[in-house]
């Protein structure tokens, strides 16, 4: 069968989104898929751009492709015949971003009518969809609360799964990915700095802009906290990145209501290390319990430093939410064999 990927492209953005995309156009080709990955370069500021990133989508056209499989918006928005979307999340700024304040679609005649649109297209390209798969439960919730569609949890396998496992602990608190405001490394930061001083915390990813990296830089001097904090800003191999998850006491991940159970969380959970999330984060807590398999705290600092704190001092405490998560991970049995199946039947 010839299938085509369908993907959006942000110079010198790289994340979980474009990890996935590869790794499933990975899964198709062993099963003997002639297969391409079609990246629609993508902008969103500002938002005027959004309706001519959306009239290139819809005028696109893939029909040599057998299969489509559409990941977010609004590569999802390209018509086919034969269209399958694993929803990984639409334009939220439009949804539940939008009712959080967090949007960039301003509240005036042009924002609302940006904001028409965007739910309008959403619809014509869901409503031509043979079969809508997400990623979580909360993205689903979303679809069927915005858009009145329902559609099937298909949980992402995780990307080199050999990868991780337990190697020890070196002690140390750490979070990884990507580096923005919804992320959230400043609260970390802030959290960091009413813990004792025996807590370390690393923090290690690249950033979406070069104005973020230095404005946690001078927080971290500003609040005193340089000399047990590690802010590695880059792009890191995913080797690189193991080694950091496989030798720490537990990982941390406090994004604003995740669509999904977040690479981080997997991985973490792969490596048997707990998690300190938050209760806002989304659909991470799926995977992270209280208690159970980690720590969820109220997205405050004062709440977070009790949870860094506890989790610092106990190894013993770590090592048996790790088993609790590795155990509630491996049972979703995501697999890539699983995956493919699913996707084009």
Not at 41 to 54: H, N
């Amino acid at each position: 069968m010839k299938v085509a990927v369908l993907n959006n492209m942000a110079p010198f953005v790289h994340g979980g989104a474009e990890e996935l995309a590869l790794n499933l156009v990975g899964a198709l080709e062993r099963h003997g898929h002639d297969v391409e990955l079609i990246r629609l370069p993508f902008r969103w500021e500002p938002f005027q751009v959004l309706a001519k990133q959306m009239s290139m989508a819809t005028t696109m056209r893939v029909d040599a492709a057998d299969r489509v499989i559409a990941l977010k918006f609004p590569a999802y928005l390209v018509p086919h015949r034969d269209k399958t979307l694993w929803l990984l999340h639409q334009y939220r700024q439009a949804y539940d971003l939008y009712d959080a304040g967090y949007t960039n679609l301003p509240d005036t005649d042009e924002g609302r009518a940006a904001l028409d649109l965007i739910r309008r297209k959403d619809s014509t390209a869901f409503e031509g969809a043979r079969r809508i798969f997400t990623n979580s439960p909360t993205t689903s919730a979303r679809l069927a609360q915005y858009n009145g569609f329902d559609s099937e949890v298909l949980y992402p396998p995780l990307n080199d799964a050999h990868l991780f496992h337990d190697a020890g602990d070196e002690g140390y608190l750490f979070a990884g990915g990507r580096v923005n405001s919804l992320k959230r490394q400043d609260l970390l930061i802030r959290a960091l700095a009413l813990t004792p001083k025996s807590v370390r915390l690393v923090i290690a990813g690249p950033a979406d802009d070069e104005a973020s990296a230095d404005a946690l830089r001078r927080l971290a001097v500003e609040l005193g906290v340089e000399d047990r904090l590690t802010l590695d800003l880059r792009f890191t191999t995913r080797e690189e990145l193991a080694h950091r998850v496989n030798h720490a006491r537990a990982c941390i991940y406090i994004p604003y209501d995740e669509d999904s159970l977040g690479y981080v969380s997997m991985e973490a959970a792969q490596a048997s290390k707990p998690v300190i999330t938050t209760s806002d984060s989304g659909g991470i807590l799926g995977l992270v319990g209280d208690g159970y398999s980690g720590w969820v705290a109220e997205p405050t600092a004062e709440s977070l430093a009790a949870a860094m704190a506890e989790a610092s001092e106990s190894s013993l405490l770590c090592r048996e939410r790790g088993a609790n998560i590795h155990r509630h991970w491996n049972a979703h049995g995501a697999t890539w064999d699983l995956t493919v199946e699913r996707l084009l039947a």
